[in-house]
């Protein structure tokens, strides 16, 4: 067969991760409504599934180099949604979402993918970052909707956007010095993070540090990482599938939010070791397929991309998972494909989705010219 017309490996790995993620997803949230003698999340789940195999087939049919004339317009449609949810009344203290009479829509999800097309298609050309100058437009692309996002409140997301503008300049060829001056950007603007951040928020840092793993459960923010990491630990070696549960108490298996930021506790409740680092596992290898992905990708703007969608769902994994084990603030971060949330799996699998995209079409850069610069 030619090479040219050969299905490339990563189009069949890229669904076998995701769909082995979402499976475990699945089984923590059953867990989840097992644990709260309330089966519900774990059906609807599975009904957003098929939202969510529709959105992955619909990014994966039209060619990705169309979405470039979209990006912008994307980006702009997206920041108007993120000031819309200001006009609706706050669920659970926070106003993230936008009711549409049968679900409720979380715009920051949506975002998210509008900024990794739109920060891709503003680097595509070389000009763009090759000056200290040229960085300040993709900066004020990620602060704009960072600080909309934390207003919501929403830290985790709005935390998540730096690390995909490192990675997509780093991709793109920035100088080290400029690479350089976008972390010094954003370690300069952390005060100013922390000046509009909520008391709830700021004390969920400070929880990390407070942290202790003896005596009686602690209370307040402590609660929630107390308890995860008990759940965590109530898993031991192979799980409650395997070993049952150690404890009769209901109260040592009452875990808030257990079916949405804290489904990996779940998982390893469930499953133990080999559940937690299965999950682990499989988002290396996301993020290694990701990445030979852009590797493989001729056309800058699906390099760009791609390799944003790779830091975007991989930070995303990995923050969340350090934060159910007391390494990072507990912030409101899903766990992509695991966690139960509509606009989340949705969003996620539309990003894969883009992913394969560009396996599909690895394309050619028409205009002659290389990718990678030398730094000159």
């Not at 082995?20 to 059906?43: F, M």
């Not at 180099?65 to 702009?76: S, V």
């Not at 780093?170 to 690479?179: C, D, I, V, W, Y």
């Not at 540090?209 to 109530?234: C, E, I, N, V």
Request: net charge positive; proline share 6%; with cysteine.
């Amino acid at each position: 067969m030619h090479h040219g017309r050969s299905i490339p490996w990563t189009l069949v790995a890229v669904p076998i991760i995701t769909l082995l993620l979402l499976l475990l997803g699945i089984s923590g949230i059953g867990r989840g409504d097992e644990l709260a003698s309330a089966g519900v999340y774990a059906p609807r789940q599975v009904m957003w599934l098929f939202f969510a195999a529709a959105a992955m087939v619909a990014s994966l049919v039209v060619p990705f180099r169309q979405l470039k004339e979209w990006a912008y317009p994307a980006l702009i449609c997206t920041i108007v949604m993120l000031v819309a949810v200001y006009f609706f009344p706050p669920r659970n203290g926070a106003r993230r979402w936008i009711p549409l009479g049968f679900m409720y829509l979380q715009p920051s999800e949506l975002a998210k993918v509008a900024y990794v097309l739109a920060i891709s298609r503003y680097l595509m050309f070389r000009e763009n970052h090759r000056t200290v100058v040229g960085l300040i437009v993709p900066f004020l692309m990620t602060c704009v909707p960072v600080i909309l996002i934390l207003r919501e409140p929403d830290l985790g997301t709005s935390l998540l956007l730096f690390p995909v503008l490192f990675a997509v300049l780093f991709a793109a060829g920035a100088r080290f010095r400029h690479l350089l001056t976008t972390v010094i950007a954003g370690v300069l603007i952390l005060p100013m993070l922390w000046s509009v951040m909520s008391v709830e928020q700021k004390s969920r840092v400070t929880a990390v540090f407070r942290q202790r793993d003896s005596g009686s459960p602690q209370t307040g923010d402590g609660y929630h990482l107390w308890q995860s990491k008990q759940m965590l630990a109530l898993g031991g070696k192979w799980g409650s599938s395997v070993d049952g549960m150690p404890l009769d108490d209901p109260a040592a298996y009452r875990l808030p939010a257990g079916r949405t930021d804290f489904v990996y506790c779940l998982i390893g409740e469930k499953w133990g070791l080999p559940g937690t680092l299965g999950v682990l596992a499989l988002f290396a290898a996301f993020c290694l397929c990701g990445l030979h992905i852009a590797a493989k990708t001729r056309d800058p703007f699906g390099r760009l991309v791609a390799t944003g969608i790779v830091a975007m769902i991989g930070t995303q994994a990995l923050f969340n998972m350090a934060m159910t084990v007391g390494l990072a603030p507990i912030t409101g971060l899903t766990l992509p494909l695991l966690s139960y949330g509509g606009s989340s799996l949705v969003t996620t699998c539309l990003s894969i989705g883009l992913l394969a995209n560009i396996a599909l079409r690895p394309g050619y850069d028409l205009a002659g010219q290389p990718f990678q610069f030398d730094g000159k």
